[in-house]
């Protein structure tokens, strides 16, 4: 049987020394040139209004019926996206990519035009869709063999594609379009299902993962279960039929728990009590004296001398307990006092438990990504620069390997820190490319708005200009999130009612 090849965390590796950069917040924006032409061109590739407003009215009046209308906004559009090309090819950064989530309003005619077009006329060249969010996947309701519900769920609207036509739509503005999906996290709806209770993830304290997070939306899987690893694979399969320009991965990790909780120090913190991952847990036991202790320190959270003791006695004829990753000197058990021994072997096998924790989510990784490269389809990984990190003797109770993550995948570092200026953004940024091997390819996400602060972010503006001076080599950016750029018609689609 496949046991997959442990990554053991370390202090030094998760403990790198960050560099702070500090940064004014009246910091000059980069200059682009602009185009005296009637598409205009502004800075960071933004149309002007008056060219936004000439395709508005164009797109309203062939909505109505206008053929003529139709044609010029049709006509329009081409000119837009060459113009957009043109200037993004010119100018930092090259890529600059915006997270999109669509709702049940959006099947309405012209919605997903009037959507795209705002993101060009913003000066974005990628879209990342949303395609599997809150336990509800962007596929039509009369064709969705998965065992998660649609998002159109209305009655008469059952072939309704939306991830079809948002993909569709964007590359008709030359945009390229990522599918985004949530990962570990299943959503309630899944945890609703009778046959996959034993796939929700559990902790030595009898609580699963819904009743840990503050967002009861959110139910995280194990991902040794063998039922999750199929029904996830199955809709990623389903997805990659749309031809999307790539693939993200996001809630790459387990819960985030509140307070004291949200560092592991022990192993009843961790999501090791469910089935599959305690069997294979126990698979990387490389002797009888090695499996009897990981099967006694899963089930009291440690061991003691005494047991080491009555496992010797068990198994007289081996010599040290083995598992994966284990290799002590020969002369060492001879040297050892009784609780040196124990000492020892307790630490080992918590480091064991971390590192079988977090190569589950490397491996679901793997499983996840694998209809995109057969499709030769680019995937990426979302992370929080901090999720990895050890505290003290504990770790991140998220267990995020991103560090991890092999090369071959983008990395979309959530740069999210909130200190009223860009230093502690670039903090994080800087957290990341210290760690990443050469040829990764790093493309930093950006919370904020344009010509406003928000949630203690500067403007993007600020944010894109101390980011191109901080670390010119990156040349790809992604801005969380188009419901922060147009609030007001976000709520007009999240809340309308679909006829």
Same mark, same amino acid.
């Given at each position: 049987m496949y046991k997959s090849p442990l990554n053991f965390p370390t202090a030094k590796s998760l403990r790198r020394s960050l560099f702070a950069v500090l940064f004014s917040s009246n910091m000059l924006m980069p200059n682009f040139s602009t185009q005296?032409?009637?598409?205009?061109?502004?800075?960071?590739?933004?149309?002007?209004?008056?060219?936004?407003?000439?395709?508005?009215?164009?797109?309203?009046?062939?909505?109505?019926?206008?053929?003529?209308?139709?044609?010029?906004?049709?006509?329009?559009?081409?000119?837009?996206?060459?113009?957009?090309?043109?200037?993004?090819?010119?100018?930092?950064?090259?890529?600059?990519?915006?997270?999109?989530?669509?709702?049940?309003?959006?099947?309405?005619?012209?919605?997903?035009?009037?959507?795209?077009?705002?993101i060009v006329n913003s000066g974005y060249n990628q879209v990342y869709l949303e395609a599997f969010y809150d336990g509800q996947v962007l596929l039509p309701a009369g064709n969705n063999p998965t065992v998660w519900p649609a998002v159109v769920r209305t009655p008469g609207k059952e072939k309704v594609d939306l991830l079809a036509e948002g993909i569709k739509k964007g590359q008709e503005r030359g945009l390229k379009v990522y599918a985004w999906m949530f990962t570990m996290n299943f959503g309630y709806t899944y945890g609703q299902i009778p046959s996959r209770k034993d796939a929700i993830a559990r902790n030595g304290k009898g609580q699963n993962s819904i009743e840990v997070v503050d967002n009861r939306s959110q139910v995280f899987v194990d991902p040794y279960n063998q039922q999750a690893k199929n029904d996830?694979?199955?809709?990623?399969?389903?997805?990659?039929?749309?031809?999307?320009?790539?693939?993200?991965?996001?809630?790459?990790?387990?819960?985030?728990q509140a307070g004291s909780n949200s560092i592991a120090t022990k192993v009843g913190d961790l999501w090791l009590f469910t089935p599959a991952i305690q069997e294979a847990f126990l698979r990387r036991a490389k002797n009888n004296k090695g499996l009897e202790l990981i099967r006694r320190f899963l089930n009291k959270g440690y061991v003691t001398v005494g047991d080491i003791?009555?496992?010797?006695?068990?198994?007289?004829?081996?010599?040290?307990?083995?598992?994966? &990753? %284990?290799? !002590?000197?020969?002369? $060492?058990?001879?040297? =050892?006092?009784?609780?040196?021994? +124990?000492?020892?072997?307790?630490?080992?096998?918590?480091?064991?438990?971390?590192?079988?924790?977090?190569?589950?989510?490397l491996d679901f990784v793997n499983l996840a990504i694998y209809p995109a490269t057969q499709n030769n389809i680019p995937a990426g990984?979302?992370?929080?620069?901090?999720?990895?990190?050890?505290?003290?003797?504990?770790?991140?109770?998220?267990?995020?390997?991103?560090?991890?993550?092999?090369?071959?995948?983008?990395?979309?570092?959530?740069?999210?820190?909130?200190?009223?200026?860009?230093?502690?953004?670039?903090?994080?940024?800087?957290?990341?490319?210290?760690?990443a091997q050469p040829g990764t390819q790093v493309i930093p996400a950006l919370a904020g708005k344009?010509?406003?602060?928000?949630? &203690? %972010?500067? !403007?993007?503006?600020? $944010?894109?200009?101390? =980011?191109?001076?901080?670390?010119? +080599?990156?040349n790809a950016v992604s801005h969380f999130a188009y419901s922060w750029q147009h609030p007001e018609l976000d709520g007009q689609r999240k809340f309308c009612k679909l006829q």
């Open positions: 005296p032409a009637a598409a205009q061109v502004m800075e960071f590739c933004q149309l002007s209004p008056k060219a936004v407003k000439e395709k508005e009215t164009l797109r309203l009046s062939a909505l109505k019926g206008n053929k003529n209308a139709q044609s010029r906004y049709q006509k329009l559009v081409k000119e837009h996206t060459q113009k957009l090309q043109d200037c993004r090819r010119r100018n930092w950064p090259q890529t600059q990519a915006i997270w999109l989530r669509l709702y049940p309003c959006d099947s309405q005619p012209g919605a997903i035009d009037q959507i795209m077009d705002h996830y694979y199955q809709m990623v399969q389903e997805i990659m039929r749309r031809r999307p320009d790539g693939l993200l991965l996001d809630y790459v990790r387990y819960p985030r003791g009555e496992v010797d006695k068990l198994y007289p004829q081996e010599d040290q307990p083995l598992w994966e &990753g %284990r290799n !002590p000197p020969v002369a $060492q058990k001879s040297l =050892l006092t009784p609780n040196q021994k +124990q000492t020892i072997l307790q630490s080992d096998l918590w480091l064991l438990a971390v590192a079988h924790a977090m190569q589950g989510i990984v979302v992370f929080f620069p901090d999720g990895n990190q050890t505290v003290g003797k504990g770790y991140d109770s998220r267990l995020q390997p991103w560090d991890k993550f092999p090369n071959s995948l983008e990395w979309h570092p959530m740069s999210y820190a909130t200190c009223g200026n860009a230093s502690c953004i670039m903090e994080q940024v800087q957290r990341v490319l210290s760690m344009w010509g406003e602060p928000i949630t &203690g %972010r500067p !403007p993007l503006e600020q $944010q894109m200009a101390a =980011l191109r001076q901080f670390s010119p +080599q990156i």
